[in-house]
DNA sequence: TCGCAGTTGAGACTGAGTCTCAATCGCTTC
DNA sequence: GAAGCGATTGAGACTCAGTCTCAACTGCGA
């Protein structure tokens, strides 16, 4: 296990205890997971992936793990142009924004100080207090521009389906 | 009817000839609804609307329906911070982005071409070529800011929530 | 050993949205 | 006005991400 990922633990559980939560197993092995391996996930794709490992958690469990990770602040829940949530890893408190490629589903972030601003400029104009914003920009990656338009290529989107319905059955 | 309801109308059923479909009574209730009253709108809450005007449309009817207005560029469909579709008036064919008030529901629009650009400026950087973007500010309104918090103070949102309860019923 | 709060998994439930299918509509042709 | 036919409809089953419930389990302190 790469260091950062036991840092990670340690940080979730020092938030547990101050809860006066317990950091069990299945909250573990998810942190572990969730921190090892993928930046933006959705949560079926992390239940198909612990059952791949064949550790058993159930449903409830990650989605329970996930809503206090997001209390935390370790992870945060967006939208990324889908109908479902997606959640990302929280690196220090940046923010940033999301390029969405609507062939991979692959995202690339950027953060952008200009825009932040303008964004202040804008509420403070209508006379309204911001609290958060969410701006994607949905599109084409280079990779798969370059690619050109092959339809059947498996991508991550596809196969994020797939096993989430095959989770099901 | 207001003039530009019956605008409207006409705009539908010319797209809808176009297509080899026809302008039914029920497209016919459904546009005249989305066009005289809501600015922002949930598919539900539609639904809602026509029920208490006893215009007899099926749940299929309504989506069915706001698929072609999407299509045909009458209406769009938006993320407004909720895990469900909203949907709104396109009026010329101006993009604009949304301040979404997270106590009473409501939306600003604004449009700011300086943003615009930077966007697109950052797609550039990044090789991205961009089809759309999304972008929210959530936020409090002037309005509610004022009010202060008065936590049991009958918002749409909830409004919307008990009306889309009791028509499953 | 007991009590008890926290935690878990299984599976029922929710709610927005989609799909299916038989019935109906409305137009054209005879 | 009857027949044919494609478009349209409503009812309700279905889907799927996410939530909730509840009985069983865990681990710790008294």
Redo the contacts with the bound molecule.
């Keep these: 296990m790469p260091p950062h990922v036991q840092k990670e633990v340690d940080r979730f559980a020092a938030f547990?205890q101050q809860q006066?939560?317990?950091l069990?197993a299945?909250?573990a092995a998810l942190v572990r997971e969730i921190f090892s391996t993928h930046y933006h996930f959705?949560?079926?794709e992390l239940l198909f992936k612990m059952k791949e490992k064949a550790v058993?958690?159930?449903?409830?469990?990650v989605?329970?793990t996930l809503e206090l990770l997001v209390k935390t602040g370790m992870v945060r829940r967006v939208h990324l142009g889908e109908?479902?949530?997606h959640y990302e890893h929280v690196t220090g408190n940046s923010h940033h924004d999301h390029l969405v490629c609507t062939t991979c589903g692959s995202v690339i972030e950027f953060h952008d100080a200009w825009l932040e601003e303008r964004q202040r400029e804008i509420c403070k104009k209508k006379h309204f207090t911001p609290t958060f914003h969410n701006l994607q920009i949905l599109g084409v990656c280079e990779t798969c521009k370059r690619k050109g338009e092959q339809p059947d290529a498996p991508d991550r989107v596809k196969m994020i389906q797939v096993a989430?319905?095959q989770l099901?059955k």
């Design positions: 547990l006066g939560l317990k069990t299945e909250r959705e949560a079926d058993k958690i159930s449903r409830a469990t989605y329970r109908d479902h949530y989430a319905m099901r």
